[in-house]
Structure formats: C-alpha cells, structure tokens
C-alpha cells in the first residue's frame, strides 16, 4: 500500500487548500481513510476521516464546517478542502489507511504517507 499526500503550501489566513491522497497497492474498499495533522511541538491529531465504501465522515471539532473529507473512487484518490485558514492549522498534513474498525479518531491506522506542510500566516 503507498499512500502519496499532496497539496500542501504556504497561505494566508483565511484562503483554502486542497489538499489530495493517491492511494494505490489494494483496493480500499472496506478502508478507512483518514487525515491526522502534527504541528511543531504538538502530538499528531486526528483531522478527519471517511469509510470508502459508505463516504461517511468524521471530524475532529476543531475542523468541523472548515474542511471537507472526500474519495473519488475513479482516481483511488482522498481529499480534504480546508475553507477559513487559521493560523493554527498550520502543520504536516498526512493521510492514512486502516482496515480496522472503531472510532475512526481512536483506532489504528496500519499505513502511511509521508506528509505536505501546511503554513497558514496570520
């Protein structure tokens, strides 16, 4: 399984990014795919993250009405919109992949991509 993360660069508080996760190596359905986040200094946290076969979703508070996790099953490919940059998204941005169930905050996630930096300026 390779997981590739773009997307990520420098803006301005209250611009948007888009950023995208290729995924490849298996089929993903029955996966779900999350975004977790790690800014200097600070634990990873959990962004968001969507089940591929349903596209349900979750969030983390902090993004929630902000961002928007999607797949689009044709390109094997996991997206997240960040709306309203704050400063405090700033961080590495990385996707990843987990056959497990649970709370898609809490469980395990078995696969990694490596991350793409996010700069929001105030």
């Known amino acids: 399984v390779q997981l590739q993360a773009s997307g990520g660069g420098l803006v301005q508080a209250g611009d948007s990014l888009r950023l995208s996760c290729a995924a490849s190596?298996?089929?993903?359905?029955?996966?779900?795919m999350g975004w977790f986040r790690q800014a200097p200094g600070k634990e990873r946290e959990f962004v968001a993250a969507?089940?591929?076969?349903?596209?349900?979703?979750w969030y983390a508070d902090s993004v929630k009405g902000r961002f928007t996790i999607s797949r689009d099953n044709s390109k094997n490919t996991v997206y997240l919109q960040m709306n309203s940059l704050k400063a405090e998204d700033t961080a590495v941005y990385y996707c990843?992949?987990?056959?497990?169930?649970?709370?898609?905050?809490?469980?395990?996630?078995?696969?990694w991509g490596q991350g793409t930096q996010v700069t929001v300026s105030s």
């Open positions: 990843a992949a987990t056959s497990r169930n649970g709370v898609p905050s809490r469980i395990e996630y078995e696969h």
């Open positions: 969507i089940w591929w076969t349903s596209g349900s979703t």
């Open positions: 190596g298996r089929t993903f359905s029955g996966y779900i």
